[in-house]
C-alpha cells in the first residue's frame, strides 16, 4: 500500500519541483538579461491573435509587429486577425506615423 | 584511446545529422549562409553539451535513486526547453544580429532532436561522466562541422546555372544526399 503511493506521488512532486527550480531560472535570466525594446512592439502585438501561425509569411507574430512598426506592412497581413482588432491596428499604425511624421515636418 | 575512439566514431561515424539523421529541419532550414549555419552550430554545441550535462546529472542522482527511471523523456524535454529558452534570452542581450540570422530556428532547437536524441544515447550506453561530456560535444561539433560543409556548397551554388526544376530546396537535398553518402563510408574505417 505504501509503495502503491509512493508511486504515484513522487512522479509528479518530481516533475513539479524540477518545474519550478526551471521556471524561476528562466525568470532570473530574462530579469536580470532584459533588452529594452520599443513598447509599440507590446502594443502591435497585444492587438495580433498571437497564435503565431505564420500565415503571414513572417516567423511569429512579434516578427510581424516589428516588420509594422517599420511601416513595410499593414494590418491586412494578418490572415485571422478579428475585423474589430484588425480596423483598431489599422488606426493605431495611422496615428503613429502621424505622431513620427509631425516632428520631422515641424522642424523643417 | 577510447575516448578519442569515442569522439571520432561520434564525429564521423555516427554523424548526427548524416548518419543518424538527427535535426534535419534546422540543416535545411539555416545552412544556406556560412554565417548563420555557424552561429546555429555554436549554439546547438552549447544546448546539447549543457543539456547532456543537466540530464545525466539529473538521471543519475535523482531518478535512478527514485527509480523513475521511465519518467526520463518528459524529464528531459522539461529540461531541454527551458534550457533553450535561457539560451534565447541570452543570445538576444549579447548577439541581436544572431538572434535575427537564427530567427524561428532558435526556440526550434526546443524540439531538435539531436538534443533529445544525444541526452538519451547518453543514458542508453550508461557512460561515465566524462564519456558524456566527450560524445556530447564530439556530436555537437560534428553538427557545426556538417552544415559548415553543406552551408559552402549550397553558397557555391548559387552561382552555378542550375536547371530550373532544381533551384532551391531540391539541389540542396542532392547535396545532402551525396554528403551523407561520403559519411556512411567513414563507417568502414573501425
Do not use: H
Request: hydrophobic letters at 55%; a positive charge.
Amino acid at each position: 500500500m505504501g509503495d502503491t503511493i509512493r508511486a504515484i506521488l513522487i512522479p509528479p512532486l518530481v516533475l513539479g519541483l524540477l518545474g519550478l527550480i526551471l521556471g524561476i531560472l528562466i525568470y532570473l535570466v530574462a530579469k536580470y538579461f532584459a533588452v529594452q525594446e520599443d513598447t509599440r512592439l507590446d502594443d502591435i502585438e497585444k492587438m495580433l491573435p498571437r497564435a503565431n501561425c505564420g500565415a503571414c509569411g513572417f516567423a511569429g507574430c512579434r516578427d510581424l509587429a516589428r516588420a509594422m512598426l517599420e511601416g513595410k506592412i499593414n494590418a491586412t497581413a494578418c490572415k485571422p486577425i478579428k475585423p474589430s482588432d484588425r480596423d483598431a491596428l489599422n488606426k493605431y499604425l495611422d496615428e503613429m506615423v502621424k505622431a513620427s511624421a509631425q516632428p520631422a515636418s515641424s522642424a523643417k | 584511446m577510447e575516448l578519442i575512439a569515442l569522439a571520432f566514431t561520434a564525429f564521423f561515424i555516427e554523424n548526427v545529422l548524416l548518419t543518424q539523421f538527427l535535426g534535419i529541419c534546422s540543416f535545411i532550414g539555416v545552412g544556406k549562409k556560412r554565417s548563420s549555419s555557424l552561429g546555429m552550430g555554436l549554439a546547438v554545441i552549447v544546448v546539447i553539451v549543457l543539456a547532456a550535462i543537466v540530464t545525466w546529472t539529473i538521471y543519475n542522482f535523482v531518478m535512478i535513486p527514485l527509480q523513475i527511471e521511465y519518467m526520463r523523456t518528459i524529464v528531459f524535454i522539461l529540461v531541454i526547453a527551458a534550457l533553450v529558452q535561457m539560451m534565447e534570452t541570452l543570445i538576444k542581450k549579447f548577439s541581436p544580429s544572431l538572434y535575427k540570422a537564427l530567427g524561428i530556428y532558435l526556440p526550434l532547437i526546443t524540439t531538435n532532436c539531436a538534443v533529445l536524441g544525444v541526452a538519451l544515447t547518453n543514458i542508453d550506453q550508461s557512460y561515465s561522466f566524462v564519456e558524456m561530456l566527450v560524445y556530447s560535444a564530439a556530436i555537437g561539433f560534428g553538427y557545426l562541422f556538417v552544415m559548415y560543409i553543406y552551408a559552402i556548397i549550397r553558397e557555391k551554388l548559387e552561382y552555378n546555372p542550375i536547371p530550373k526544376a532544381f533551384q532551391g530546396v531540391p539541389i540542396a537535398m542532392v547535396v545532402a544526399a551525396i554528403l551523407a553518402m561520403i559519411f556512411a563510408r567513414f563507417g568502414g574505417i573501425i
